[in-house]
């Protein structure tokens, strides 16, 4: 009787706190946290600073453990079986840890072969063919600490390549590099991908998560509040969003009470201002109070909606007034 084959990674219960400095109780940096990600997927894994996404990251490789919970990989148990884990992933972790700066590119790609019991007479071949593939062929026999920062993160996702492991997780691949350099290193994880590996990125870049991923996790104040694919958040925001423009602009204490009633935000001009309606007739009640408070409205227009507006919404840290209610769909969780 055939089973089915595990998931590529999985996180189920996890849990890990650390202690505060100054004797006061711990801080809960990953709470109850479940997820999974099946072969070939590519997966964004998003929060906001101190959410417990790098936390999580570490805990998936193995460089932290958590308290209590489960992370495995491809069946096996990082904390239990950490070897046989961790030899079907590769990670480029941000802040250039992946390389040694005192090697050159070829010496990096040789050494972390070697590390996988590779000889470097068998890699030969596949270091040249990456170092092409990945435009540093003039540079590989230069040391990595005269290189620039986007070269030296096209080494480190080489590196991860190098490995032949089913799945990379990348940690802000494109964080602090130029706009040409970003959009390469965005080409080449397309790459990465399309060998049919499996992709878990975690970035603060949200073209790049819109633009490479099918799927976002995003993890805020140690929680998992949201599952679901990138496709599914952006058109259940869109239908959400609009633009209300004017004739003339609204005073402040008419806008205070549209505000008392809506979510609104400052549009491209002091003649307009976008809002968010959560059921179909919220616009008759936005229409009604536009009315009541004297605004002459030339246009009421639904907005194009990207996913850095989405991920803002989901992750909105202000606690929510009395009478508002929760917005739940599919696995994800979200105060509206």
């Given at each position: 009787m055939s089973t089915s084959a595990?998931?590529?990674?999985?996180?189920?219960?996890?849990?890990?706190?650390?202690?505060?400095?100054?004797?006061?109780g711990p801080v809960q940096a990953v709470d109850d946290i479940s997820f999974r990600v099946e072969p070939g997927e590519i997966v964004g894994l998003l929060g906001p600073n101190g959410a417990g996404k790098t936390t999580t990251i570490k805990?998936?490789?193995g460089l932290i453990r958590p308290d209590s919970g489960v992370v495995r990989v491809c069946g096996h148990d990082v904390a239990r079986h950490r070897h046989r884990a961790l030899g079907?992933?590769?990670?480029?972790?941000?802040?250039?840890?992946?390389?040694?700066?005192?090697l050159t590119a070829r010496e990096n790609l040789e050494y972390f072969a070697g590390n996988r019991g590779r000889s470097r007479?068998?890699?030969?071949?596949?270091?040249?063919?990456?170092?092409?593939?990945f435009r540093l062929a003039d540079k590989a026999d230069e040391l990595v600490s005269n290189l620039s920062r986007g070269m030296q993160q096209k080494l480190a996702i080489a590196v991860a390549m190098m490995a032949g492991?089913?799945?990379?997780?990348?940690?802000?691949?494109?964080?602090?590099?130029?706009v040409e350099t970003g959009h390469e290193v965005r080409a080449l994880i397309q790459e990465?991908?399309?060998?049919?590996?499996?992709?878990?990125?975690?970035?603060?870049?949200?073209?790049?998560v819109q633009h490479l991923c099918r799927r976002a996790i995003v993890i805020d104040r140690g929680k998992v509040v949201?599952?679901?694919?990138?496709?599914?958040?952006?058109?259940?925001?869109?239908?959400?969003?609009?633009?209300?423009?004017?004739?003339?602009?609204?005073?402040?204490?008419?806008?205070a009470r549209l505000e008392r009633e809506f979510a609104i935000a400052d549009g491209d001009d002091v003649l307009s201002f976008a809002v968010e309606l959560e059921r179909g007739e919220d616009l008759y009640r936005l229409t009604r109070a536009l009315e009541e408070t004297g605004a002459v409205v030339e246009a009421i227009e639904r907005t194009t909606v990207d996913?850095?507006?989405?991920?803002?919404?989901?992750?909105?840290?202000?606690?929510?007034?009395?009478?508002?209610?929760?917005?739940?769909?599919?696995?994800?969780?979200?105060?509206?």
């Open positions: 595990p998931p590529l990674l999985e996180l189920t219960g996890v849990h890990k706190a650390f202690p505060r400095r100054r004797g006061e805990m998936t490789c079907h992933l590769s990670a480029v972790l941000e802040g250039n840890r992946n390389l040694y700066w005192r007479r068998s890699v030969r071949a596949e270091v040249d063919t990456l170092l092409e593939r492991t089913r799945a990379v997780l990348l940690d802000e691949p494109t964080l602090g590099l130029d990465v991908a399309a060998e049919g590996r499996t992709v878990v990125l975690s970035s603060h870049d949200m073209p790049v949201t599952d679901d694919q990138v496709a599914n958040l952006l058109r259940l925001f869109a239908s959400r969003a609009y633009l209300v423009r004017l004739a003339e602009p609204l005073p402040a204490d008419r806008r996913f850095e507006h989405v991920f803002r919404q989901l992750v909105r840290r202000e606690e929510p007034p009395s009478g508002e209610r929760t917005l739940r769909w599919g696995a994800a969780h979200v105060v509206a």
